[in-house]
């Protein structure tokens, strides 16, 4: 069974930091592709950032320079650094592991940052 389990959500300030962690179960986790995904209230799920099963990174424009992503293939985990966060960061954020037609997602953590 496939599991990914987001943690490290929650309340912060803007201007704040915080750490999402997702961990993997039921995957070999060294061969997919992981992303962070997020949907704010009455918009649809964007693409955050990917690490690819190489190592090769991506963001979307708005948190280039403030999240970084990271993988720790021996604790089967994704990471997302969460640095200077804005009100509108604002969001669910889901953890995703993608690899050939095999596509997973975890059950979502809130990340609030307050103005």
């Known amino acids: 069974q496939v599991q990914l389990v987001e943690s490290g959500g929650g309340l912060v300030q803007a201007g704040g930091s915080l750490r999402l962690s997702c961990a993997a179960s039921?995957?070999?986790?060294?061969?997919?592709?992981m992303g962070w995904y997020r949907q704010a209230p009455g918009k649809k799920r964007e693409l955050v950032a990917v690490?690819?099963?190489?190592?090769?990174?991506n963001y979307v424009d708005s948190v280039k320079g403030r999240f970084t992503i990271a993988r720790d293939n021996a604790k089967n985990t994704v990471y997302l650094q969460m640095n200077s966060l804005k009100p509108e960061d604002t969001a669910v954020y889901y953890c995703?592991?993608?690899?050939?037609?095999?596509?997973?997602w975890g059950q979502g953590t809130q990340v609030t940052v307050s103005s």
């Open positions: 995703n592991a993608a690899y050939s037609l095999n596509n997973f």
């Open positions: 039921g995957i070999t986790f060294s061969i997919y592709n």
């Open positions: 690490i690819s099963n190489s190592g090769s990174i």
